[in-house]
């Protein structure tokens, strides 16, 4: 999919700024805090709902107005469409073709943003909810059931910590335990699926960037033991949970980690590899979205220079060249452009919030 203009006003210290990203790779350079991020917050805003700086959506309204928009005509598989999130008057109100739509669900259904950014390395180092997310952003744009079959999940688990907290009888929470189970079951069935069919473009994506550590391997942990099936895992922990208050076994507290050959835990990784280990597997994402959804997800790449030295920068640009996919890359200094296509490149500079194209 490929964004063909991008307007936003009112984002951090961009006041307003209309530009047209180019099909391939889009560089925004500019001095530090000039604005370049928040372009890139903008477009992952339409695809997440939120900011990855930040889960507070507010944060990024410019100091001083009380309003905001993000516009973007995306051009995908489906067709072409105009996507639109903005803030009036205290609300948000996400837009597909000119209509509001109900749910913001059904504006982050239409375009697919993956971005690598400094606090990426979160995803090797951070909490398991990182990883969830990550794992479910995939799911919510695969699997047509996934968001209402986790919405049940996330219905019957509140019901069931309520009760918990309540000190009712434990026969009471049979029937949550069985919805949990249900619903909990197809979840873990997706996430294993998941991690399995991403763990081949992991590996290629690992040989290309950290090829000292060796072969990759993913081990996924569902979050309740695994000699035990959901339902029975749940009326087992009935008693513990009601002392704790909530429910301490299930898909909410699913898990994964890679492991290398030369470097078996986490902690065996240098700060470097954690984050190249984290772009490793936001790109294995994004290839396996484009074989699953025929199309690339747009990829977003914050302050590349700063987070990769020269060789594996040039490893990453040939890959990202290869694949056609839109990649929009900001610096405080130019890319070497060597292999880029000038009908496919586009340089903006920002300065002081002035997107400018170049
Ligand atoms: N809500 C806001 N309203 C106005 N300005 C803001 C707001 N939030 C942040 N800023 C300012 O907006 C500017 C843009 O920040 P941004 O992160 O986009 O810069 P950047 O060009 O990516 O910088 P760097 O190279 O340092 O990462 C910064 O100067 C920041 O202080």
Redesign the pocket.
């Given at each position: 999919m490929e964004i063909l203009e991008l307007r936003l006003a009112n984002v951090?210290?961009?006041e307003f700024a209309e530009l047209m990203p180019a099909p391939g790779i889009s560089e925004f350079v500019?001095?530090?805090?000039?604005?370049?991020?928040?372009?890139l917050?903008s477009v992952f805003m339409l695809s997440h709902g939120r900011s990855f700086r930040s889960v507070k959506r507010e944060?990024?309204?410019?100091?001083g107005a009380d309003s905001l928009d993000v516009f973007a005509r995306l051009r995908g598989a489906a067709g072409e469409r105009r996507l639109g999130l903005s803030r009036r008057r205290g609300d948000w109100a996400a837009r597909v073709d000119g209509r509001e739509v109900a749910s913001l669900a059904e504006l982050l259904g239409e375009i697919a943003v993956v971005c690598f950014e400094p606090g990426s390395h979160a995803l090797i180092s951070g909490a398991s909810e990182e990883r969830r997310h990550f794992v479910d952003w995939a799911l919510f744009h695969v699997e047509p059931e996934y968001m209402e079959v986790s919405r049940r999940y996330r219905r019957a688990l509140k019901q069931r910590n309520t009760l918990l907290r309540s000190g009712r009888a434990v026969a009471e929470l049979e029937s949550w335990d069985v919805e949990l189970a249900r619903s909990g079951v197809l979840l873990d069935n997706w996430r294993d699926r998941y991690l399995r069919e991403l763990l081949p473009e992991l590996q290629q994506l690992c040989l290309l960037l950290l090829p000292e550590l060796g072969a990759p391997d993913l081990r996924y942990s569902r979050g309740w033991l695994p000699e035990l099936d959901l339902l029975d895992a749940l009326r087992e922990r009935r008693i513990r949970d009601l002392e704790r208050g909530h429910t301490s076994t299930g898909p909410h507290r699913a898990d994964w980690k890679i492991g290398f050959e030369l470097a078996p835990e986490r902690e065996h990784l240098s700060r470097g590899q954690e984050k190249l280990c984290a772009l490793a597997f936001l790109l294995a994402q994004a290839a396996l979205f484009s074989r699953q959804r025929g199309e690339w997800p747009v990829l977003c790449l914050?302050?590349l220079a700063s987070e990769l030295d020269a060789g594996h920068q040039r490893r990453v640009l040939s890959w990202l060249l290869q694949t056609g996919a839109q990649v929009m890359i900001?610096g405080?200094a130019a890319l070497d452009q060597n292999g880029f296509e000038a009908s496919s490149y586009q340089m903006f500079h920002?300065e002081r919030?002035r997107v400018l194209a170049y």
């Open positions: 951090r210290n961009v500019g001095e530090n805090g000039a604005g370049k991020t928040s372009v917050e944060s990024l309204i410019q100091f914050d302050d900001t405080t920002v919030g």
